[in-house]
């Protein structure tokens, strides 16, 4: 059972009513009671008006599935864990969807990128929902004398700086809003991404102290901040032009040694329904089939990834025919063997969580090693790694998935760990980086590798076969100069089968024109009109 459940219920509904600080700093809540005086007359509603904001990052809106914090046609579309996979995984090289609705074509093709392009505009906009959201949860707090609220603020804090390292990361410039702010009508000015980037640094290791070292499922602890300082750290060259690799290191170490996780025993547990029993989840977006359902959580890489056209859905614990939408590439699986026959053979079992049925006596319900057309669903092999079976025990097909999303967990942490360590980080060694790596892989049964093959080439390669579909690829490719240009190429970049060449602007996503015609003191990233 998850001991952290979204409380949506009436008392954080009033959160929704919150309006966006896109365009309105003054965003107080519009309900007949404050914050202060709910707080005030029940201290149990800051875990329900908490568990909100935390259902920020999970679920499209506070009221079932059809409900949104964001403005958009479908509901499901706006979550923010979905934004995460349209915007990280489909737009590089490792998985791409055949739908190609209003603007996902611009992102499975990485080409043609508009600032009128919905999609950016929901990340955008989730960001600067959830800010204020927190901000004005944060006022409140330090207005009342309620029992541990410390520990709140400082969830709040980091909640608030998770979505800035989304900016920071995606669009690398936006508008720092904090509780300070709130009552002005004075747009903000615009802040660099170094200045961004400074304030989440700052903000994280204030808070660092006043988190617990453990804490309820699905809540932030010391090691989920260390693990977001961490990352800030290892992509600190791109988002500011200086190396922090030792610092990545510090912060890393802490989640390794002091964090009491270990890898699962098995790699498949780690993405099934009851993953919330993983010893190797940090930091997880809870996904629940009953209470909290959503379509754009693990729901949507789970059901997206299935057709009963070619595969049976039951087996991976759904009900319906699946969404027939998104299918890998070869420069996922092709890490594992360069014909269906040598990923079949490999002894890896990540290589297995494809779904190719290449042998299949009815050729209709084979797919294409190679993605000729990235719009014909057997041309390319649907990723089965997440599914809504669970590891252990029974399980009953559901319309919508229980897995949790893993945002931060150990693997993750050994990889940045190895990386450091292969570019010279001072206080890495690489002796127990290989140790790291060849954990990782052992639990895999793939072949232990000798310390002269970890190299960086390497390290980009098995954080792929490790970690592709989990929201790191993009921001990868960028860290190791792979992502733009034509040094690397895969099916589709650029809107060609074999890959093209694309312009340096692209490791930037364009300021969405919403946000542009709401304060005149943003710009757009080069690049874009």
Known sequence: MKNFKFRIMALSLMLLLLSSCVNDLNTEPK?????????????????????????????????????????????????????????????????????????????????????????????????????????????????????????????????????????????????????EDLGSLVPKQQSTRKEMFEYVESELLSVESNLPLTNTYGRANKSVARMLLAKLYLNAKVYTGQERYDDAVVYIKKVIDEGNFSLAPNFVSVFSGDNNTSPEIIFPLIADPLVSKSYGNSTYLINGSISADTMTPSIYGINGNGWQGHRATKAWYGLFGNTPQELESSSDDRAHLFWSNYSDSNPDKRHSYEMNDYKKWTDGYPSTKFRSTNFNGPQTNTDFSGTDFPLFRLADAYLMYAECAVRGASNASLTEALGYVNDIRRRSHAAEISAGQMTLDFILDERGRELNFEGHRRTDLIRFEKFAGGSYLWPWKGGVKEGTSISPNYNLFPIPTTALQANPNLTQNPGYN
């Open 31 to 179: 309900v007949e009671q404050t914050l202060e005086s709910i707080i005030a007359n029940d201290p149990n509603a800051v875990a329900g008006l908490l568990s909100k904001i935390y259902g920020t990052f999970a679920l499209s809106g506070p009221d079932g599935p059809a409900s949104q914090d964001i403005v958009g046609p479908d509901a499901g579309e706006t979550a923010f864990l979905r934004g995460i996979i349209n915007l990280q995984d489909f737009t590089a090289d490792a998985m791409k969807n055949r739908w190609g609705d209003d603007g996902l074509d611009q992102l499975t093709t990485a080409s043609n990128w508009s600032p009128s392009n919905k999609f950016f505009r929901y990340l955008y906009d989730r960001v600067y929902f959830t800010v204020p959201n927190c901000n004005n949860l944060i006022i409140a707090l330090n207005s009342t004398n309620v029992s541990g609220k410390e520990q709140y603020i400082a969830e709040l804090r980091f909640l608030r700086s998770l979505a800035y390292f989304y900016m920071i990361d995606c669009f690398g410039k936006g508008v720092i809003v904090t509780e």
